[in-house]
């Protein structure tokens, strides 16, 4: 689970960077199959592109870092594919989705009533809230993640048309795309916020050594 949690770590931030170098490109977002710099966009980024022919409003392109930016995102999701394929099945044979994130409803009550006593949370174990957002994390981000990512390929999608239009389309799974990471990013860094109220210091190290080595 460290080792995952890591890898995933690393290839979250190379997809994220990746990522913005490749919208950069092309700023602009579409609803449907088609979408291009001659059709109205469902909305864009107010932010000039790295390609003179998108039009932005601004008179000036940025420098044009498509080549490697494609080549490190693609390269990034599969390892993150890998290692999140590695976490599920430890998670669901290790019994660790069932034992620390599925909430029963002891957890449920035992969550209101320390909430109703304005008690402080167990540091030590997951809350409800917490619980509930991992495993939509676990089980929903992350999949429609690889799901609208695989649909932006055109080699994939002549394999398996359905896996974009199922979605309406590669633009649509491209806009979707977008708010995923945006929703991905936001819980990195409510999770973060998290863990330095929680000790920071002391929770990544639990992340890197486990207690009885230490």
Not at 65 to 84: C, E, I, K, T, Y
Request: aromatic share 16%; glycine share 8%; with cysteine.
């Amino acid at each position: 689970m460290r080792l995952t949690h890591w890898v995933t770590t690393l290839c979250f931030f190379a997809l994220l960077v990746s990522g913005l170098e490749i919208v950069i490109s092309h700023p602009r977002f579409y609803w449907g199959e088609a979408g291009n710099s001659l059709s109205k966009p469902l909305f864009q980024i107010p932010i000039p592109a790295s390609r003179a022919t998108v039009p932005t409003g601004y008179k000036y392109t940025l420098p044009d870092q498509n080549g490697w930016s494609r080549s490190l995102h693609f390269q990034s999701a599969w390892l993150a594919v890998f290692a999140g394929l590695l976490y599920f099945l430890y998670g669901v044979f290790s019994g660790h989705f069932r034992r620390n994130l599925v909430p029963n409803d002891e957890d449920l009550w035992t969550s209101i009533v320390r909430h109703l006593r304005f008690e402080k949370p167990d540091g030590g174990s997951y809350n409800v809230v917490q619980r509930i957002t991992y495993l939509l994390v676990i089980f929903g981000l992350f999949p429609l993640m690889i799901w609208t990512g695989l649909a932006m390929s055109p080699a994939f999608t002549s394999a398996f048309p359905f896996t974009a239009s199922a979605l309406g389309g590669r633009q649509t799974a491209r806009t979707i795309h977008f708010f995923v990471t945006f929703a991905l990013t936001l819980f990195l860094l409510v999770h973060v916020v998290m863990v330095w109220r929680a000790g920071f210091l002391k929770r990544v190290r639990a992340m890197i050594v486990s207690e009885e080595a230490q």
